[in-house]
């Protein structure tokens, strides 16, 4: 018989005293690079990336930092992932009435998007990558399916090879949604660079960060125009001051020109953020290759637990994520909590919540009474929402136990979690 320790959670000694650090880019913020990029646009007295008394420019060097990176022709930075999203889908031609295809697990950020888009989202199921069934992508579209956005969710990428297959025997549009993958690689190309754009954020819990921040990617010369004028009050700056973003500033080679001016909103990114990016951006594959060996290590070492373990479709390329599954909702619910006692930052995935359970999503509820997608007089939808929508997305995610992972990790802490996942794994398994 073995002796087991007793647990933190019945009052036991905790495998950790105090968690390890969990965070990522946000660890960098205080070094040189990030200080440094910071003060000279404080110098420059030039936070505006238009004009300026000293414009330095430096927005437009991460975008053609990005550009690079991604290996794409155009690269967007704006203000936040969700911007990014939106003006991605203006970009896309998204319009009034069409619908969206969403996967059931994502950030309300997506389905959010896409209702401020004017249009319809729909929800179709995750399979075990918690990525975007390509099956259920598929049952779900209908005469008014516009656009899907496949989220690649917690640094692991989605099925891409089979969902673009899909959507382009079906001549769907696609706008990956990379806010929660930025630097992740899918068979050797960066995630965001599939589709038809990309949507990143530089949100504080992301891979890097600003703060707030975001960008799109796209090889499309309109898809780029349409979104870079729509943040920027429909062309503002990109259109009316033609000499400050012209095309071949852009990277364009062909003749190619803006379009009519229409109304649009401000999402431009601050030269404050650019310079910002432009640090973080240097330091991406350092951190997503850090926590990728950390999460094979623990995978590897924990990888005769009877439990299922998320599906990750090119592991070579993942950005570092422990995720299993579970028997049941009660066995996830207690391991995570008997984790969290000792000490270990875990839990069901988004609490085991499909996003349309936000009651915003159920009752459709928006800021407007009129002229939103679900009342609209001209474009009305019949879609409703309701829980039991995605059985299979909903019971994935009820059996679900994630461990945060950080790119500062020691191999201490990467020891720590592999005991503690044993250590409860003797109780509850
Ligand atoms: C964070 C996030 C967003 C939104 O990014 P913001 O920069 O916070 O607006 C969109 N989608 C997903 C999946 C996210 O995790």
Redesign the pocket.
């Known amino acids: 018989m073995t002796i087991r320790e007793q647990l933190a959670l019945h009052g036991g000694t905790p495998v950790r005293a105090r968690p390890y650090d969990s965070e990522r880019g946000v660890n960098y913020l205080n070094e040189a690079e990030e200080m440094n990029a910071v003060t000279e646009v404080m110098q420059s007295r030039s936070p505006f990336r238009y004009y300026g008394p000293d414009l330095k420019r430096r927005t437009e060097a991460f975008e053609n930092r990005f550009k690079e990176m991604l290996g794409v022709r155009y690269a967007l930075g704006i203000s ?6 939106q003006a991605g889908l203006v970009g896309l031609g998204v319009e009034d009435g069409d619908e969206v295809i969403i996967p059931a697990v ?2 309300i ?2 389905p959010g ?1 896409v209702v401020m888009a004017r249009a319809v989202p729909v929800f179709a199921e995750v399979d075990d990558t918690l990525g975007l069934s390509p099956e259920s992508f598929e049952a779900n579209i209908t005469e008014k399916t516009k656009a899907v956005i496949p ?3 917690s640094n692991v990428a989605c099925d891409m090879d089979r969902i673009m297959a899909v959507a382009r025997k079906h001549g769907i549009k696609v706008l990956e ?1 990379a ?2 993958a930025i630097g992740v690689m899918y068979k050797g190309r960066q995630v965001g660079t599939f589709g038809d754009a990309g ?1 990143f ?3 504080l ?2 891979n890097i960060t600003t703060g ?3 960008v799109l990617a796209t090889n499309d010369w309109s898809v780029f125009d349409r979104a870079a004028r729509f943040q920027d009050q429909g062309g503002q700056f990109t259109t009316a001051h033609g000499d400050v973003r012209d095309a071949s500033q852009v990277g364009a080679t062909e003749d190619l020109v803006s379009g009519e001016p229409f109304y649009g909103t401000n999402m431009r990114m601050t030269e404050i953020s650019g310079a910002l990016a432009y640090a973080q951006l240097g330091r991406l594959e350092e951190i997503v290759s850090a926590m990728r060996s950390r999460a094979q290590s623990i995978r590897q070492r924990l990888s005769d637990l009877p439990v299922d373990w998320r599906r990750i479709p090119d592991p070579a390329g993942e950005g570092g994520n422990v995720t299993m599954f579970f028997q049941d909702a009660e066995i996830a619910t207690k391991f995570a909590e008997a984790l969290r006692a000792e000490g270990i930052p875990a839990g069901r995935v988004y609490g085991g919540r499909p996003v349309y359970q936000n009651p915003a999503v159920l009752e459709r509820r928006t800021a407007w009474t009129k002229g939103c997608p679900f009342n609209c007089a001209e474009h009305p939808t019949d879609r409703t929402y309701h829980l039991g929508m995605c059985p299979r997305s909903e019971d994935l995610l009820a059996r679900s136990l994630t461990i945060q992972l950080g790119a500062l990790m020691t191999d201490q802490d990467t020891e720590d979690v592999v005991r503690a996942v044993r250590k409860v794994a003797e109780h509850l398994l």
């Open positions: 936040s992932g969700t911007a990014a999203l994502t950030f950020a997506t998007a989220v690649h969710l949604d806010a929660q949507a954020s530089l949100q819990s992301k707030e921040g975001g």
